[in-house]
C-alpha cells in the first residue's frame, strides 16, 4: 500500500493517524493533516464549493483521494466518475459510497466528459510547465463538445520574497515526499501555475481560460473551455 494511503486508510478504520509528512524541494517538512481529505461541505472552502456547482453533464473527478467531492456531486445528482492512483484510496471511495470509483491515471483514460474536474490542485499532478501544457494538448480527447475543464492552483511566488527564485526552472515547479510511520514514498513533481502562465499555455494550446474565483490568499478557481 502506497505510504499516502496508508494514513489514509488509518484515518478511516480509526478516526485518527500518526502525523503525514509532506518533504519538499522548497524548505523544511510540513505536516499533512489527514482529516483533511475527508472533510464535507460544511468544511469545504468556497472555492471548492463553486467548483462543483459548476459541474455539469458526465463528470471526471481526477485525482479524487476519498471521494468528499464525488459524494457530493452525486448527492446532486451529476453522474460523476472518480479515479486516483492510489488503491487505497480509491477502495475508501467505493466504501464511503461512491458509485463509479477506479484505480486509474488520467494520461490513459479513454472516456468523454462534460466537466473534467481537478480541485485541490489536482492540476500540480501534470508535474512541469511542459507537463501541463502536454496535458492541455492531451485533455481535449476526453471532453464532449461543449465541455469544460475546471481547476483550482496557486501563485507560490511568495515562497521566494526571501530568496532568488529558480534559475533553472519555472519557479512554481516543485517535487514532494510522503512520509507515515517512518516509510516514505516516492519523490513525485509538482506545479502550482500562475494565472498569466495558465492564460498564456491555454491560449498557445487552443483553450479559452477564465479566472472564476479568487480567495485573496494566491488560490484560484479556473475554467478552460476549447476556443472557437
Not at 466504501?95 to 490542485?121: C, E, P
Not at 502536454?134 to 475546471?150: A, D, R, T, Y
Amino acid at each position: 500500500m502506497d505510504v499516502f494511503g496508508k494514513a489514509l486508510t488509518d484515518v478511516y478504520r480509526t478516526g485518527e493517524a500518526d502525523t503525514l509528512w509532506l518533504h519538499n524541494s522548497y524548505g523544511e517538512p510540513e505536516e499533512m493533516p489527514v482529516e483533511f481529505f475527508f472533510r464535507d461541505d460544511e468544511d469545504m472552502p468556497v472555492l471548492e464549493l463553486q467548483a462543483l456547482h459548476m459541474c455539469s453533464g458526465k463528470v471526471l473527478d481526477i485525482g479524487a483521494g476519498v471521494g468528499s467531492h464525488a459524494l457530493l456531486l452525486q448527492a446532486f445528482n451529476i453522474d460523476v466518475t472518480a479515479i486516483d492512483i492510489s488503491e487505497a484510496a480509491v477502495n475508501i471511495m467505493k466504501d464511503r459510497g461512491v458509485k463509479k470509483a477506479f484505480v486509474q491515471d488520467i494520461f490513459s483514460y479513454q472516456q468523454k466528459f462534460d466537466t473534467i474536474l481537478l480541485l485541490m490542485n489536482g492540476i500540480g499532478l501534470t508535474g512541469t510547465l511542459p507537463g501541463f501544457k502536454e496535458f492541455l494538448i492531451n485533455i481535449k480527447n476526453l471532453l464532449n463538445p461543449g465541455g469544460q475543464v475546471i481547476f483550482d492552483s496557486s501563485d507560490i511566488a511568495y515562497l521566494y520574497e526571501d530568496m532568488p527564485k529558480p534559475l533553472n526552472q519555472y519557479y512554481g515547479e516543485v517535487s514532494y515526499q510522503y512520509e507515515y510511520k517512518g516509510e516514505k514514498g516516492n519523490w513525485f513533481n509538482w506545479i502550482y501555475v500562475d494565472e498569466a502562465t495558465i492564460e498564456t499555455i491555454a491560449k498557445e494550446t487552443g483553450w479559452e481560460s477564465e479566472i472564476i474565483f479568487e480567495d485573496g490568499e494566491d488560490q484560484y478557481l479556473v475554467k478552460l473551455t476549447l476556443a472557437q
